[in-house]
């Protein structure tokens, strides 16, 4: 297959990419991080640049998501987007700093810690650069089999965090190498992509995690001498599929006392839960639940960003949203996706099997939705062409059904009644902005009669800034993890009954 070279400006700065290569991902590789936060579907207008003639389009401005190298092309990078906006603390010169980073499978969280004064600020959101190897963690381990693919996925998400962290520390005017340690969490995968670790086995039966607790990494091995004299670590891992995300918030939540009667769910593109039973016992599975949440694989879909409508809501007849930013919406993140499905059942607009009703190009529906269809896909037009597709539904019954039967599962692995839990605690930035009435009503987790909910935001990046300012918080969270008893679903002989009994929505609710 050709090369073409593209060509940065004003740097001048080069590299040859193959016939094809999609611009976004071809900057990516260079260092330059343009936003995408509709996944590269070309939705959000974000990712922006000014090329010459050389990519599939015309020259000018070019949604570089969409745009492929075919010829060779330069792009004029003093011309991006600026990105700022973000509320940055004053540097304290008295005080010790660490990063702290979540690594998902879709998404990357990084956040300032204060070491001295205990406190954090987050700094940055993007889109993990791995996804052109997949939106799941399976899709990753099966690519990384490719020894130079594998290298290219360490390599593409340590550039992509550093990078997000010297911009944040430009913006502050604060030198890097200020920074003492950068601790990071994540699923076991994408730690172990992280750390340059070998991933292939964890893909393969019986899936063996051959290391749980990791060794610092210095700056120069991450090659990131910018950071000085700075460590990386790494939370500790269960297996395979019980990664740091799992550990760390098991961690977080009993140091907030909760030890015994609780379900915590970890809601992301794969749902990490652990039950504490009444003698404090803790039972662990993980299962996928796609990226759908976290507004990927959805037509309109898109994460937290500029434009981006977090929560729906319907009264007297008209649908009313909150979003971020100014100016027109230009998607739905996954707590609005939330919203509105559950509205759509509420309003009999879809079954509980997610199928569009029968007869609504003949309804008058609430105000501005309209029934579409095209090409034989029906759909919901919202605000201006946002549509939520049969599709996307489909995709949120696909999250739900197997979140609820990783549950039920739980509770019967561990001989645990329902109305023996006491607390459920939500995890994930997903949590923060979610509508529990309307996550309720689908059907997403088990009835818990007599529990009371809880949000605890991204326990997996609080675990990580906790670890910042507390040496001991790394052996405490081991030592949790040591007694665990993981339940696996994929060797499940119920999984896929369980499965497909909580497709429909509503299921799990019982009388709520």
């Known amino acids: 297959m050709p090369g073409h070279t593209l060509t940065l400006r004003p740097s001048g700065r080069s590299q040859t990419f193959s016939e094809g290569t999609i611009l976004a991902d071809a900057l990516a590789d260079m260092g330059v991080m343009v936003k995408t936060p509709c996944g590269g579907k070309g939705t959000c207008g974000k990712c922006r640049v000014r090329a010459s003639v050389g990519t599939s389009g015309p020259a000018g401005t070019c949604l570089s998501c969409q745009a492929r190298l075919a010829a060779d092309v330069q792009v004029y990078l003093d011309e991006l987007p600026q990105t700022g906006g973000r509320p940055y603390p004053a540097p304290d010169p008295a005080a010790r700093y660490a990063v702290a980073v979540d690594i998902g499978t879709t998404t990357v969280k990084v956040s300032l810690v204060d070491c001295t004064h205990d406190r954090s600020w987050d700094l940055d959101v993007f889109l993990n650069p791995q996804r052109r190897w997949g939106h799941d963690v399976i899709s990753r381990i099966a690519a990384s089999a490719d020894r130079e693919v594998s290298s290219r996925m360490t390599f593409q998400v340590r550039q992509a965090v550093f990078s997000s962290i010297r911009t944040a520390f430009d913006a502050m005017n604060m030198s890097p190498l200020r920074i003492e340690k950068i601790v990071v969490s994540g699923n076991t995968t994408m730690l172990y992509l992280f750390l340059g670790l070998d991933v292939e086995p964890l893909g393969r039966f019986p899936f063996p995690a051959?290391?749980?607790d990791f060794d610092e990494l210095t700056v120069n091995q991450a090659v990131a001498d910018q950071f000085g004299s700075a460590v990386i670590r790494a939370l500790p891992v269960h297996s395979a599929f019980l990664g740091a995300?799992?550990?760390?918030?098991l961690a977080i939540c009993h140091g907030l006392g909760f030890t015994r009667g609780v379900f915590f769910i970890d809601l992301g593109t794969n749902g990490e839960i652990f039950l504490l039973d009444g003698a404090g016992e803790v039972y662990a599975t993980s299962c996928a639940m796609g990226p759908a949440l976290e507004g990927m694989n959805i037509s309109w879909g898109m994460t937290?960003?500029?434009?981006a409508i977090t929560r729906i809501s319907l009264e007297r007849g008209t649908l009313g949203y909150s979003m971020i930013g100014e100016g027109e919406p230009a998607g739905i993140t996954g707590t609005a996706l939330i919203d509105i499905v559950a509205i759509l059942l509420e309003e009999n607009i879809i079954r509980t099997d997610g199928a569009f009703a029968r007869?609504?190009?003949?309804?008058?529906?609430?105000?501005?939705?309209?029934?579409?269809?095209?090409?034989?896909i029906?759909?919901?037009r919202l605000w201006g062409d946002i549509t939520l597709t049969q599709k996307d539904i489909r995709n949120v019954q696909l999250a739900k059904a197997a979140a609820l039967a990783a549950g039920r599962l739980l509770l019967k692995e561990a001989a645990c009644p329902a109305d023996r839990v006491d607390h459920v605690l939500i995890g994930g930035a997903f949590g923060e902005h979610l509508e529990m009435r309307h996550f309720r009503a689908l059907g997403f987790l088990p009835d818990f009669p007599g529990a009371v909910w809880h949000f605890l935001g991204n326990t997996s990046l609080k675990a990580a800034q906790k670890a910042c300012c507390n040496g001991r918080f790394s052996?405490?969270?081991?030592?949790l993890r040591n007694r665990i008893h993981e339940v696996s679903l994929s060797q499940h002989p119920q999984f896929a009954t369980e499965f497909i009994a909580g497709v429909n929505f509503g299921q799990g609710r019982g009388s709520q």
Do not use: H, Q
Not at 245 to 249: I, M, S
Not at 304 to 307: F, L, P, R, Y
Not at 475 to 479: G, H, K, Q, R, S
């Open 245 to 249: 995300d799992l550990v760390g918030g």
């Open 359 to 376: 007869g609504l190009e003949e309804r008058v529906l609430p105000y501005p939705m309209r029934y579409v269809l095209r090409e034989d």
């Open 378 to 380: 029906a759909g919901i």
């Open 304 to 307: 937290a960003d500029s434009g």
């Open 210 to 212: 051959a290391t749980r």
């Open 475 to 479: 052996a405490e969270a081991a030592a």
